[in-house]
């Protein structure tokens, strides 16, 4: 990983495509989709600053979406993901 910015103010950053994945879950929302979803998920590459958003009717559809969001990373860049607590890390 790197840091960026000034000694005050630095943050890891990710060094390559995968290192680090944010995942994020809002809601639920005041108001529904017309599909019915409450809630949203988003993965964000911290590198290339990709994103992929999930929209869902429950929370409870988040550890499915995290298992497609996985399926779509290694199909879509040919690396594979493992989870590691918080944090989702490419596997070396």
Not at 24 to 33: E, H, L
Not at 54 to 65: D, H, N, T
């Amino acid at each position: 990983m790197e840091f960026m910015g000034d000694a005050a103010s630095q943050v890891a950053r990710a060094s390559s495509l995968g290192n680090l994945v944010h995942k994020d879950v809002k809601g639920p929302m005041k108001s529904t989709s017309k599909g019915g979803a409450k809630y949203i998920l988003t993965f964000v590459d911290d590198f290339s600053r990709y994103v992929v958003a999930y929209f869902l009717q429950k929370k409870s559809e988040v550890a499915s979406k995290l298992k497609e969001f996985m399926r779509f990373y290694e199909k879509q860049w040919g690396n594979a993901l493992c989870v590691s607590g918080r944090k989702t890390e490419r596997s070396s």
